[in-house]
């Protein structure tokens, strides 16, 4: 059985900051939420909070996020980077970041990134990540960084799907311990995380691994639906896409739709 326990996974952590303060649920209603809530109680930076079970899992856009027990890794990190509002993306860059590396050491795979913030694995959503911002005035005070990740999950027990969906173990042709799988992906962003508050930046890495870039793509936003190239990223992480019109459109959040094959840029 794969015990994911917080003396299991306190044992196994050889962290700075991340998760040396952990709570463990086996069933609540979100981890981003209790996060927010012990965010706002003042509850120290690293801090983790991980579920077997939500009863009200939160996705991107208000969507809900599935997961049967057992299945999957749901977590929340609380950080309190010294960053500014409009750079809270690198927080977000970094723990995905922290995914791929947890995901290629553990399960042996190469995911990847589509923008903003899916986990890829070929062309199926393998995970998410949800951020939430806490201001204070005009200062970030906190971020919540949730993260669903499909690690043993049947797919085909998924339903309302937008978009094809993987699991780890789909990939791989075999379960996936999760206990190992979180304590890699938390040390491999514990590892990046003094180098944020140092003032570097992830941007460079994550840009290398988003499967976006150079293809069709239909965004979408609140607004509208904006079409053409993805370009590139800029150092907040917007989406830089190229109309066919020629002018390049700058996407802070949205949905994207790629479409077709890669276009050589
Ligand atoms: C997405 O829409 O792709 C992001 C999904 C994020 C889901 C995770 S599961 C753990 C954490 N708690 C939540 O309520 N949501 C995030």
Known sequence: MDELTAPALATRLHTRVIGRHLEVYDEIDSTNSRALLLARQGAPDGLVVLADVQTAGRGRLGRRWQASPGSSLLMSLLLRPPLEPQQAMRATMLCALGALEGIRRIAGLEAR???????????????GVLTEVGLRGRRLDYLIVGMGLNVNLEVASLTDLLAPAASLKSGAGRSIARLALCAAILEAIDARYTRLGEGWSPHEEWRSYLDTLGRQVAVGTPEEVIEGVAEDVDADGALLVRQEDGTLCTVLAGDVTLRGHRVET
């Open 113 to 127: 990134v589509k923008w903003p913030n899916d986990i890829l694995l070929g062309e199926g959503k393998v995970g």
